[in-house]
């Protein structure tokens, strides 16, 4: 079944182990921030650090493994049609808005939706950690370190497809960022098998 995140917005659900979640970008150029907790201990969370750390690279696809805090497996990518995804960048939030776009009065952005649709978990907004953001270009300079928040790669019906290594909880969202989505507000589409 297929479902769709509308633009701007979150959702929360389980995936059991071996399960795979298919995240599809259906109309291009649009981000989803995902998230991972351990089902049955939600202080086992996703970890850009530990991924980047023992991958030895920013940029993952398949056959890519994605660690958790505990240095324990909790997704891995098996289908990859974009190859390009942002694990360096947190969620963004009512200050991304406030701080990089001025905004005065700011949408709560991922970070907003992420809370709002984990909640039910038990999981707090504190919790919340840096995001596998899906489909977002962010290019390194490898001189400088600078950072550049380029249009998605993603045409419409791009997608990733990862394999759950245990119990999960699972945040996903469609990215409320200007800069990260080319100047627009798309859905995204997700099904799980």
């Known amino acids: 079944m297929l479902h769709e995140i509308p633009p701007r917005s979150g959702a929360a659900f389980t995936l059991d182990k071996g399960q795979r979640l298919t995240v599809i970008d259906p109309q291009g150029e649009q981000v989803s921030d995902l998230l991972a907790f351990a089902r049955h201990d939600i202080d086992e969370v996703i970890s850009s650090g530990r991924t980047l750390d023992y991958l030895s690279r920013i940029f993952l696809t398949v056959p890519d493994?994605?660690?958790?805090?505990?240095?324990?497996?909790?997704?891995?990518?098996?289908?990859?049609?974009?190859?390009?995804?942002?694990?360096?960048?947190?969620?963004?939030?009512?200050?991304?808005?406030?701080?990089?776009?001025?905004?005065?009065?700011?949408?709560?952005?991922?970070?907003?939706?992420l809370a709002e649709a984990l909640a039910p978990f038990g999981i707090v907004p504190d919790r919340i950690p840096v995001a596998f953001n899906l489909f977002m270009n962010v290019p390194v300079d490898g001189t400088t370190g600078e950072l550049k928040v380029l249009p998605p790669l993603s045409k419409a019906g791009d997608?990733?497809?990862?394999?759950?290594?245990?119990?999960?909880?699972?945040?996903?969202?469609?990215?409320s960022a200007l800069q990260s989505n080319n100047g627009s507000f798309k859905p995204i589409h997700y099904r799980i098998d």
């Not at 990733?160 to 119990?167: G, H, K, P, R, S």
């Open 65 to 113: 493994p994605l660690y958790s805090n505990r240095s324990n497996i909790m997704l891995r990518i098996v289908t990859d049609t974009v190859g390009r995804h942002d694990f360096l960048l947190t969620p963004c939030s009512k200050d991304t808005f406030r701080i990089i776009y001025g905004d005065t009065e700011p949408h709560q952005g991922c970070f907003g939706n």
């Open 159 to 175: 997608h990733i497809v990862l394999e759950a290594e245990m119990d999960l909880i699972i945040g996903l969202t469609a990215c």
